[in-house]
């Protein structure tokens, strides 16, 4: 169902980003829509999000949708795309539809944009807040409430971690290569471009495309100028930007090789201008191509191995039934992670009768808790919750009650709630072991991208293992521990 459910995501993200690649062709000519291609099939960016099932991926669906919609002068329904990226995803990212508004607003005027877009808005709010409500059991408006929290409340998204600046600038370039500084540079390119005017061709100068260009860059400037502002960063805040970000890098390729053309042609022979200005334009899209097929098989290869490790539960489950008492079997098993909580999946992952339990880590954030049992847990309020982000004991077990463990194993690093549990051999056996990268041992170049021979000399690994407990803790063990 895991995958299943990614399949799924994966072709809806296609069709949408195939709608919004008719959609530039249509507009901006059939020479940006295909370095737009390029920069879809080979950045990073859009092999992390188009299957991630959160709301900032849904936002970026809607938002490729929206501009598509807005380039093909379909404005309702790219006001309905906006709304649902708002009201159905995440709030924050309605703001990306401000350029969209205010075209509709200049050329139908107030009256026109008012009229629509709050039926629009009031159906959509209407029917999302009847149904969450029927579900929880009380007046509920999701979007609502996640505002009131991260910006009112006054204990935000800061509680969960803030990052320098360059956060983005960093995971820009790990997603996107030298596309997303052209994309930053679309507003010059396109003022010098202006001056080349005479020389380029019409089409790029059309009042419309001009507005499009121009209503594109200021949803990313004002995206980008949001999130560097905000100290709490994460690498998916990005992803609602994503298709503007390759769409604004590729009218800067296109434009500066246009440019570059006129520039060359008062040096050389015009035919020589043009295949010289066209083999530097193959080298930026090879490069970009290289790093980006670089990166994604970096990401694979070092950040593989949860995945690994979980895909082999039900095959363990499979191998156990055979071999363990019933009694035990009717009780379930206890799959205990401790400080790589963060990187368990999904319980589609979990075989029957096993249920996924915490154990102490040096984390001291508060973690997630299971629901109560259907239908009681779709209402039902969690107790030992939180809003400031502060442990909760409650949500612990004793490790002497895990049956299997999930562990990462860095050479030479434990502490006392941390220990390296695959060295104590009288208590675990291990099922499976992958290789995890250990970033601070390993060089940044090559812990970035992938390069064949040169990476495995540079990087080093951690053991990332599925323990198996051998025997029972003894009774003074557990009575200690608890």
Same mark, same amino acid.
């Given at each position: 169902? =895991?995958?299943?459910?990614?399949?799924? $995501?994966?072709?809806?993200?296609?069709?949408?980003?195939?709608?919004?690649?008719?959609?530039?062709?249509?507009?901006?000519?059939?020479? !940006?829509?295909?370095?737009? $291609?390029? =920069?879809?099939?080979?950045?990073?960016?859009?092999?992390?999000?188009?299957?991630?099932?959160?709301?900032?991926?849904?936002?970026?669906?809607?938002?490729?949708?929206?501009?598509?919609?807005?380039?093909?002068?379909?404005?309702?329904?790219?006001?309905?795309?906006?709304?649902?990226?708002?009201?159905?995803?995440?709030?924050?990212?309605?703001?990306?539809?401000?350029?969209?508004?205010?075209?509709?607003?200049?050329?139908?005027?107030?009256?026109?944009?008012?009229?629509?877009?709050?039926?629009?808005?009031?159906?959509?709010?209407?029917?999302?807040?009847?149904?969450?409500?029927?579900?929880?059991?009380?007046?509920?408006?999701?979007?609502?409430?996640?505002?009131?929290?991260?910006?009112?409340?006054?204990?935000?998204?800061?509680?969960?971690?803030?990052?320098?600046?360059?956060?983005?600038?960093?995971?820009?370039?790990?997603?996107?290569?030298?596309?997303?500084?052209?994309?930053?540079?679309?507003?010059?390119?396109?003022?010098?471009?202006?001056? &080349?005017?005479?020389?380029?061709?019409?089409?790029?100068?059309?009042?419309?495309?001009?507005?499009?260009?121009?209503?594109?860059?200021?949803?990313?400037?004002?995206? $980008?100028?949001?999130? =560097?502002?905000?100290?709490?960063?994460?690498?998916?805040?990005?992803?609602?930007?994503?298709?503007?970000?390759?769409?604004?890098?590729?009218?800067?390729?296109?434009?500066?090789?246009?440019?570059?053309?006129?520039?060359?042609?008062?040096?050389?022979?015009?035919?020589?201008?043009?295949?010289?200005?066209?083999?530097?334009?193959?080298?930026?899209?090879?490069?970009?191509?290289?790093?980006?097929?670089?990166?994604?098989?970096? $990401?694979?290869?070092?950040?593989?191995?949860?995945?690994?490790?979980?895909?082999?539960?039900?095959?363990?489950?499979?191998?156990?039934?055979?071999?363990?008492?019933?009694?035990?079997?009717?009780?379930? &098993?206890?799959?205990?992670?401790?400080?790589?909580?963060?990187?368990?999946?999904?319980?589609?992952?979990?075989?029957?009768?096993?249920?996924?339990?915490?154990?102490?880590?040096?984390?001291?954030?508060?973690?997630?808790?299971?629901?109560?049992?259907?239908?009681?847990?779709?209402?039902?309020?969690?107790?030992?919750?939180?809003?400031?982000?502060?442990?909760?004991?409650?949500?612990?077990?004793?490790?002497?009650?895990?049956?299997?463990?999930?562990?990462?194993?860095?050479?030479?690093?434990?502490?006392?709630?941390?220990?390296?549990?695959?060295?104590?051999?009288?208590?675990?056996? !291990?099922?499976?072991?992958?290789? &995890?990268?250990?970033?601070?041992?390993?060089?940044?170049?090559?812990?970035?991208?992938?390069?064949?021979?040169?990476?495995?000399?540079?990087?080093?690994?951690?053991?990332?293992?599925?323990?198996?407990?051998?025997?029972?803790?003894?009774?003074?063990?557990?009575?200690?521990?608890?």
């Amino acid at each position: 169902m =895991f995958y299943l459910l990614r399949l799924l $995501l994966a072709v809806v993200s296609v069709g949408i980003e195939g709608y919004f690649y008719d959609a530039v062709r249509r507009k901006f000519g059939p020479s !940006v829509a295909r370095l737009l $291609l390029i =920069f879809q099939l080979f950045a990073p960016a859009f092999f992390i999000s188009s299957t991630a099932l959160l709301p900032s991926s849904f936002a970026m669906s809607m938002t490729t949708l929206a501009f598509a919609f807005w380039f093909r002068e379909r404005e309702m329904l790219a006001v309905t795309a906006v709304a649902c990226s708002g009201l159905l995803g995440w709030p924050f990212a309605a703001v990306l539809g401000l350029p969209i508004a205010l075209d509709i607003l200049t050329r139908r005027g107030l009256l026109y944009f008012l009229t629509r877009t709050l039926l629009i808005g009031g159906t959509l709010t209407a029917v999302i807040v009847g149904i969450d409500s029927n579900f929880y059991g009380k007046l509920v408006f999701p979007s609502l409430n996640i505002v009131l929290y991260n910006v009112i409340s006054g204990h935000g998204p800061e509680l969960y971690g803030t990052e320098p600046w360059h956060f983005y600038v960093i995971n820009g370039f790990l997603n996107f290569n030298v596309a997303f500084f052209l994309a930053l540079l679309c507003p010059v390119v396109g003022e010098v471009g202006h001056r &080349f005017r005479r020389h380029l061709p019409e089409s790029n100068w059309h009042s419309r495309v001009r507005i499009f260009r121009f209503g594109t860059c200021v949803a990313v400037a004002i995206w $980008l100028g949001i999130l =560097f502002s905000t100290p709490h960063k994460e690498e998916r805040f990005l992803f609602p930007v994503y298709s503007l970000l390759a769409l604004l890098a590729a009218i800067t390729l296109d434009l500066l090789t246009q440019i570059g053309t006129v520039i060359a042609a008062k040096i050389f022979p015009a035919e020589t201008s043009r295949s010289l200005m066209t083999r530097c334009l193959w080298v930026v899209l090879i490069v970009s191509a290289l790093l980006g097929t670089s990166r994604m098989f970096a $990401l694979s290869r070092y950040y593989g191995a949860p995945m690994e490790i979980y895909t082999k539960l039900h095959l363990e489950a499979a191998n156990r039934t055979t071999t363990q008492p019933l009694i035990e079997q009717q009780e379930g &098993f206890n799959l205990c992670v401790g400080k790589e909580w963060h990187r368990f999946p999904s319980s589609f992952f979990l075989p029957d009768q096993w249920q996924l339990q915490f154990i102490q880590s040096d984390f001291k954030g508060v973690l997630p808790k299971p629901f109560a049992p259907y239908p009681q847990g779709l209402s039902a309020i969690p107790t030992e919750m939180n809003d400031e982000n502060r442990e909760e004991p409650s949500r612990y077990i004793d490790v002497c009650r895990c049956h299997y463990l999930v562990d990462l194993n860095f050479a030479g690093k434990s502490s006392p709630l941390e220990p390296q549990y695959l060295k104590n051999k009288s208590e675990w056996t !291990v099922v499976h072991r992958e290789n &995890f990268l250990d970033s601070e041992r390993s060089h940044r170049l090559y812990r970035a991208f992938y390069i064949p021979f040169l990476s495995e000399k540079h990087c080093s690994f951690a053991d990332y293992v599925l323990l198996r407990r051998k025997r029972k803790c003894p009774p003074a063990e557990t009575e200690q521990t608890l």
